[in-house]
């Protein structure tokens, strides 16, 4: 018991909540309560806030990128990262009819991402985000039928992309939240509009057996035609890619008080009690 109530009173002089599940203590974190060395903390109300804001976001992905124990703990490391499952169905959209499975999905890169601009809507704390990613890789397990560029395809394999000088507007919307005396960003809806600026692939087995030869010569006009191949798949890859995030920015944004990245940010109930009133 002695024990315990010391690891307790360290722990919350390190200024972390734990969380006692039972006496066999069972813990996790369960949120910041003191500001972490790493964190830059802007002023909304400020001039200089797009400025701030995108240095303190980069210093995030920075430490995301060396490891944040309490992130770690769920999400594994930030690069190489490993992904959930991903099935994905799009029927007679134009012309692409496309079934994928991909597993044992791993996105290397991440952690050269580069925070381009962080803006924080003062109306209702949306951001828009602006990131640069030099080179980033998705490699894993696919199963896949349909057609891609007019050729039918059925196949099941390992596979890669890599997307090269890839730019990123990411549109992030939120819902304040109020835990012991913070207020918190809920991370409830992302969407990415994705630009590249090339394209390197390579599918194994992608027509289920059939000749290597004819295997190899479509990897190779899918990269030589690649802003048509990203075309085909910028679904796939758009919803990968989002899914990743929001996880991700989810469990941040948990974790980490919006008071450390907007000091004087209103707590839910003066934001929403104001429009409130405005649309009375
Ligand atoms: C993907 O998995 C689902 C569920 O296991 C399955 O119904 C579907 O046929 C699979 N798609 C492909 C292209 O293999
Ligand atoms: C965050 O939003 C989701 C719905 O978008 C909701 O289910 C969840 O309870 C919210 N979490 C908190 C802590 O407010």
């Known amino acids: 018991m002695l024990k315990s109530a010391l690891l307790r009173t360290s722990a919350v002089l ?3 909540l734990l969380v006692f599940a039972c006496l066999s203590s069972v813990r ?6 003191e500001k972490p060395d790493f964190m830059q903390t802007c002023r909304i109300n400020e001039p200089e806030f797009v400025k701030c804001s995108t240095s303190s976001i980069q210093k ?3 430490q995301l990128g060396k490891g944040i124990p309490e992130i770690m703990e769920v999400i594994g490391t930030f690069d190489p990262l490993k992904l959930k499952p991903i099935q994905f169905a799009q029927d007679n959209q134009g012309a692409v009819t496309l079934h994928a499975n991909l597993t044992e999905m791993v996105a290397t890169g991440l952690s050269k991402l580069v925070i381009k601009e962080s803006k924080v809507s003062k109306k209702d ?11 980033l ?11 891609i560029l007019l050729i039918p395809l059925n196949g099941a394999g390992h596979m890669f992309i890599e997307i090269e000088k890839l730019n990123i507007l990411m549109r992030t919307k939120t819902r304040l939240y109020e835990k012991g005396g ?6 409830t809806k992302i969407r990415m509009d994705l630009a590249p600026g090339g394209l390197k692939t390579n599918f194994e087995n ?3 057996g059939n000749s290597k030869e004819v295997e190899r010569s479509t990897n190779l006009f899918f990269n030589e035609n690649w802003r048509d191949f ?9 919803e990968t890619v989002e899914t990743t995030l929001l996880d991700i920015l989810q469990k941040v944004f948990h974790l980490i008080p919006a008071n450390f990245f907007v000091e004087d940010i209103p707590t839910s109930e003066q934001l929403y009690a104001k429009k409130k009133e405005k649309k009375e």
């Not at 890789?137 to 039928?145: C, P, T």
């Open 60 to 62: 995030l992905m920075d």
């Open 125 to 135: 704390y949306s951001w828009e985000t602006k990131i640069y990613i030099p080179k």
């Open 182 to 187: 913070f207020t918190f960003y809920n991370v």
């Open 14 to 16: 390190k200024g972390l």
């Open 28 to 33: 996790s974190l369960e949120y910041y309560t």
């Open 206 to 208: 992608i027509f289920n």
């Open 230 to 238: 990203f075309e085909a798949l910028r679904p796939l890859v758009t």
């Open 137 to 147: 890789r998705l490699e894993g397990q696919y199963k896949m039928a349909g057609r």
